[in-house]
């Protein structure tokens, strides 16, 4: 069985636009995820409601959100587990520095935002695969384009596709 995970980061519905991500909404219409996971920057209740309506969504607290949210969440999904945080907690958000968060949260895969920007690599340290997976933003992309990302997860297997607006 695959479980279809979306993954989404820094929408600022509410403080940087006054409308729902409405390309996001139509893509999970379309693509019916098993799971929603958001990495902060939500900063609308509302949004989170609407994510709920197509799936189970688990988010964390971003810089700008002052909605009431954990710092960071663990979250198993078939045989992987993965580590959901916002990011803006760190100094450096290099390969290296959260590969090392990863094991320490002890996941398999470590979802992160703040930037704005889409970023996805697979790293081994001492013998374990970590995969780091930032979304980017469907809303406010910064030198980047707009969407977010699907994990397709299949027993300990790992697949990421970008979903991309313009």
């Avoid at 999904?77 to 090392?100: C, K």
């Amino acid at each position: 069985m695959v479980l279809l995970i979306a993954v989404t980061s820094d929408t600022h519905h509410g403080d940087k636009t006054g409308n729902l991500p409405s390309l996001l909404l139509k893509e999970l219409e379309k693509r019916n995820p098993d799971l929603i996971l958001h990495a902060g920057d939500v900063t609308s209740a509302e949004l989170i409601e609407r994510l709920e309506g197509f799936a189970p969504t688990m988010a964390v607290r971003g810089n700008a959100d002052h909605l009431k949210l954990p710092e960071e969440e663990v979250v198993e999904a078939g045989d992987v587990r993965i580590g959901l945080l916002h990011g803006h907690q760190f100094f450096s958000l290099n390969a290296q520095f959260l590969t090392l968060k990863a094991l320490d949260m002890g996941v398999d895969v470590l979802v992160f935002g703040h930037t704005h920007r889409f970023y996805h690599d697979t790293h081994s340290v001492h013998g374990k695969r970590v995969v780091l997976l930032n979304p980017g933003s469907p809303t406010f992309p910064r030198m980047d384009s707009a969407g977010f990302a699907l994990l397709k997860i299949e027993g300990e297997s790992v697949r990421v596709e970008r979903v991309i607006f313009w």
